[in-house]
T-cell receptor
Framework: QKEVEQNSGPLSVPEGAIASLNCTYSDRVSQSFFWYRQYSGKSPELIMSIYSNGDKEDGRFTAQLNKASQYVSLLIRDSQPSDSATYLCAVRRETSGSRLTFGEGTQLTVNP | DTGVSQDPRHKITKRGQNVTFRCDPISEHNRLYWYRQTLGQGPEFLTYFQNEAQLEKSRLLSDRFSAERPKGSFSTLEIQRTEQGDSAMYLC???????????FGPGTRLTVT
């Protein structure tokens, strides 16, 4: 079982729709969770961090964390073509120091 | 703050050659990380520094890889006797204090021919 798994893509949504990206993790001692956006040929860009159960909103982005279910998600409201990118889920485990463990990413395409 | 910078941005080398990459973190960020990313995969952790001390190394970091951060500012990653399997994007990230938020540089794309 992979440490961090993301829903297989690619995901395609129409402009203005809600895009839902999901991530599960295997280690219950995970304590910090991050979403990165990566455009093709570019490096990952941090867009959200979440540390406690519940929802965290930042503009059009909402991160949701459920530690009991070992599940973290990212919702993008009013999706725009500029949101088309690969979204990476990353997890920091208490027992693994400061390293982040990444999923393989979900490719999102927002169609105009 | 200026962002994390990396140099060079691209490197093409022949198998067996040594290469060295440089990373300058965001100023006042005391933690510096190296990751490697191949096509279609997420970044994989290589090593981590807090100030000048190298605190973690991945098993991915074979004997041919070495990293330094001599004065707790910039860092270098050297790969000796490069192999075709070393072809990847090498990413540097930095963070401040106890924050777990890591900010990535633009990466160095290595191609070994």
């Amino acid at each position: 079982q992979k440490e961090v798994e993301q829903n297989s893509g690619p995901l395609s949504v129409p402009e203005g729709a809600i895009a839902s990206l999901n991530c599960t993790y295997s280690d219950r001692v995970s304590q910090s969770f991050f979403w990165y956006r990566q455009y093709s040929g570019k490096s990952p860009e941090l867009i959200m961090s979440i540390y406690s159960n519940g929802d965290k909103e930042d503009g059009r982005f909402t991160a949701q964390l459920n530690k009991a279910s070992q599940y973290v998600s990212l919702l993008i409201r009013d999706s725009q073509p500029s949101d088309s990118a690969t979204y990476l889920c990353a997890v920091r485990r208490e027992t693994s120091g400061s390293r982040l463990t990444f999923g393989e990413g979900t490719q999102l395409t927002v169609n105009p | 703050d200026t962002g994390v910078s990396q140099d060079p941005r691209h490197k093409i080398t022949k198998r067996g050659q040594n290469v060295t990459f440089r990373c300058d973190p965001i100023s006042e960020h005391n933690r510096l990380y190296w990751y490697r990313q191949t096509l279609g995969q997420g970044p994989e952790f290589l090593t981590y520094f807090q100030n000048e001390a190298q605190l973690e190394k991945s098993r991915l970091l074979s004997d041919r890889f070495s990293a330094e951060r001599p004065k707790g500012s910039f860092s270098t990653l050297e790969i000796q006797r490069t192999e075709q399997g070393d072809s990847a994007m090498y990413l540097c990230a930095s963070s401040r204090g106890q924050s777990n938020e890591q900010y990535f540089g633009p990466g160095t794309r290595l191609t070994v021919t």
